[in-house]
């Protein structure tokens, strides 16, 4: 493997959160939450560089009690609005990262495996094109007025011979520097998709969820 296949991974971690208090680093199983995506990505063998985008040296301190050779860079002031758009974090540090091929993931992801994220960024050597996670659904969707987005109520359909409707779930976004600085953008026209499983895909983003990724980690706690 020659180092113009190695991938440097980013990772933004926030200290503190809009919807969960203290998400980032709330315990699962006696671990913090950013620490299941990091061992993942460590165990990654593409992967030989994690860049974490952070806000607060808090974050540092936290992270480097689990983790060595994690590269630190410091959010700009411009940048620490909560619903900073991802693409201009990305474009921000850009410049930070040693390998011409980057995926970005999230914190809230701690059940994505090693070897699903290996089979994505191989998925990329092989096609050179921009991809990203997604979700598949083969359910009966429907519209905010409740107009039929994928089957017809005149015909119904069972719901394995509905056409399936793909959730960009944020996982994962892989992309060459080249490929995100055209558009500025991760994802591109040219982009494909890779399937996660609805296990591996669960995001967090409430309580709800932090409990469900809790009893999943640790069965003991149900």
Avoid: C, W
């Avoid at 974490?52 to 936290?62: I, R």
């Avoid at 860079?73 to 990305?90: A, G, H, Q, T």
């Amino acid at each position: 493997m020659n180092e113009k296949q190695k991938f440097t991974a980013f990772l933004p971690i926030k200290l503190t959160s809009e919807r969960v208090p203290n998400k980032n680093f709330r315990l699962i199983s006696d671990k913090p939450l950013f620490f299941y995506i990091l061992n993942t990505l460590t165990n990654v063998d593409l992967i030989d560089e994690i860049v974490v985008d952070f806000d607060n040296q808090k974050v540092v301190a936290e992270v480097e009690k689990y983790f060595k050779n994690i590269k630190f860079v410091k959010r700009k002031d411009s940048l620490l609005d909560p619903y900073e758009s991802l693409n201009n974090l990305i474009y921000s540090n850009i410049g930070n990262f040693k390998n011409e091929n980057i995926i970005q993931t999230h914190v809230t992801n701690p059940l994505l495996k090693r070897e699903t994220i290996s089979s994505a960024l191989m998925s990329f050597l092989d096609i050179n094109e921009p991809i990203f996670s997604v979700s598949k659904y083969q359910s009966r969707f429907y519209s905010h007025n409740l107009k039929p987005l994928n089957h017809s109520l005149e015909k119904l359909l069972p719901t394995q011979k509905l056409s399936p409707l793909y959730e960009e779930n944020s996982n994962f976004y892989i992309f060459s520097k080249k490929q995100f600085l055209e558009k500025k953008n991760r994802i591109n026209e040219k982009s494909k998709i890779f399937e996660v499983s609805k296990l591996e895909s669960f995001d967090i983003d409430d309580e709800e969820d932090l409990e469900i990724v809790t009893k999943l980690v640790n069965p003991k706690t149900l």
